[in-house]
């Protein structure tokens, strides 16, 4: 990821601001002039998409498609996390499932098409929660798999050891030298995932859910509300924003302060 | 294995049971897929043929995929839309990424507004937005796929050109009389690695999303195809096509990616 650099104070950074929030404002004037031109159902303009954007959080009808879309989600990446760290474990403890997991199963999970699972799923399950959130672990899983079995191959062993050394009970070692170890990998993994839980699993309320995200934007195209697309567009943009921003990133920080200080 | 044997007699304690250890590791993985396919074969005996057809009727339908063009159309027609979407995408995202490295003005504009925009923008969002604009056509594929693959190309090269090494350029300035820095000999060994991964993971992102994309917006390709067997409940057909893609995608893996990347790396990096 590239962070932003810090812009140089005095007359330079004066000037990118301008230019950053300028290109921004001359966007929106320019759709909003093009939009004058075009029919609603193609292009709203930036007051019907924020209109739009405002009952989207408001009108509890509405706003409850967006609690179980961050449910769903949450719920899947909490499980996704666990099976991850789980099978991460078990590859630690056995290098003939390491092997398994990275030539067989990762392989074939990080390959399989996440539409395939949309369909297998809802065949298999019928169309429920419990579908929606099988079908985003399974999409999410390969990305966090990669960034736990990292972590894993990057723990300091020595450290390990002398956790080890400390106490006999594994459990302890495990929470208090482990876990914090392989922390920064834990929500790297997690920023990633979290970015594509939000903008790729969420196909899996595409597929016949009745609640959703998902489920309003298959509602929205089929009446040609392009204001409602936009606004939920916009919902996802402000929710991955957030948080990264109020959550992940410092969590990020936090962690890669403490790992510092440690090596 | 007559190999095997021979340094057991040379050294019995320590090449003999690595020796071991090589051939048990293929014995797992090997063992791991005839189990796996066994007890898919096993399951498939216990529930209907509509839900999970057994492996063998799905290599038929595969085999008879190869002697049918249906099927090589719509791979090369997805093909051909990840084609599209990758050089489009590497050519905005090049555009960025140069304009942010080389107009330092600008930068905030790229870095900080628009890549994270465009990085924390819905591929599901661009999918529908698309087929509003340009409806059910090969467009709305592209598009979407352009999309999702942009922020990923921008971040990839941003991040080659951060690590283009100042020093290095400077001493390659100094011995050459042009004002320019060597490109040829200089900055394209530099950044081809970092293109390459680049590479790398939109092909795998993209692979990810065409299909997506296919299935709601497009009127051609594996994605519309695996739409028509769904609404056909042609069970059969949608594993034969999931296994295609899992092959494809996994042997450009290994064979041609993963090797590509090493020698890369050999040359560029440490050459």
């Known amino acids: 990821m590239v962070e932003p650099q810090a812009a140089r104070p005095g007359a330079a950074g004066f000037t990118s601001h301008g230019l950053a929030e300028g290109a921004i404002l001359l966007f929106v004037l320019l759709w909003w002039s093009t939009a004058r031109g075009l029919p609603a159902f193609v292009l709203p303009g930036p007051w019907d998409v924020l209109r739009t954007f405002g009952t989207l959080l408001v009108e509890p009808s509405l706003l409850i498609h967006v609690g179980v879309s961050f449910a769903r989600i949450t719920a899947a990446l909490v499980l996704t996390m666990a099976l991850a760290i789980g099978l991460g474990l078990a590859a630690r403890a056995s290098d003939l499932f390491a092997a398994v997991l990275e030539a067989r199963i990762l392989l074939v999970l990080n390959s399989f098409p996440g539409v395939g699972w949309a369909i297998l799923g809802v065949m298999w399950f019928g169309v429920s929660n419990g579908t929606v959130i099988f079908i985003q672990v399974a999409i999410v899983l390969p990305f966090c798999l990669i960034a736990v079995l990292e972590g894993f191959r990057q723990i300091d062993a020595d450290l390990e050891e002398m956790g080890r050394s400390f106490t006999r009970r594994r459990w302890r070692s495990f929470t208090r030298v482990t876990l914090p170890l392989l922390a920064p990998f834990l929500i790297s993994g997690l920023r990633v995932a979290t970015g594509i839980a939000w903008k790729i699993a969420l196909v899996a309320e595409l597929f016949g859910a009745q609640t959703g995200l998902g489920y309003l934007l298959v509602q929205a195209q089929s009446n040609a509300n392009a204001a409602m697309v936009f606004a939920i567009c916009l919902v996802i943009v402000v929710i991955v924003f957030a948080l990264d921003r109020l959550l992940l990133r410092p969590l990020a920080q936090a962690y890669s302060r403490n790992q510092g200080g440690s090596s | ?271």
Do not use: C
């Not at chain 2, 008879?64 to 090589?72: R, Y």
């Not at chain 2, 050459?176 to 680049?198: C, D, E, H, K, N």
């Not at chain 2, 020698?263 to 440490?270: F, N, V």
């Open chain 2, 1 to 271: 294995m007559p190999v095997s044997s021979a340094p057991g007699e040379a050294a019995p304690s320590e090449a003999a049971p690595s020796l071991w250890r090589l051939m048990r590791r293929d014995i797992v993985l090997h063992g791991f897929t005839v189990v796996f396919v066994a007890a898919w074969w096993g399951y498939a005996q216990l529930v209907p043929a509509y839900l999970l057809p057994g492996p063998w009727p799905v290599l038929q339908r595969m085999a008879q995929f190869l002697t049918d063009p249906t099927l090589t159309v719509q791979l090369m027609a997805s093909l051909g839309h990840v084609a599209a979407a990758l050089v489009l995408s590497f050519l905005i995202g090049g555009t960025l990424a140069v304009t942010a490295h080389a107009v330092p003005v600008l930068r905030l504009l790229i870095d900080a507004r628009l890549t994270p925009f465009l990085n924390a923008f819905s591929g599901i969002g661009w999918l529908f937005l698309a087929i509003l604009w340009f409806g059910i056509n090969s467009v709305t594929v592209v598009f979407a796929v352009t999309l999702i693959l942009t922020p990923f190309t921008t971040i990839n090269i941003r991040t080659g050109l951060n690590e283009l090494d100042r020093d290095l350029v400077e001493l390659g300035r100094s011995l050459t009389r042009s004002r320019l820095p060597p490109i040829r000999t200089l900055l394209v060994p530099m950044l081809v690695p970092y293109g390459f991964a680049a590479l790398r993971t939109g092909f795998g992102v993209a692979w990810k999303v065409v299909l997506t994309a296919e299935l709601f917006g497009g009127n051609v390709g594996v994605g519309y195809l695996l739409n028509t067997a769904r609404q056909e409940f042609d069970t059969e057909t949608i594993f034969a096509v999931i296994v295609f893609i899992i092959l494809f995608v996994a042997l450009t893996e290994t064979v041609l990616f993963r090797p590509l990347q090493r020698r890369l790396d050999r040359r560029y990096r440490h050459g």
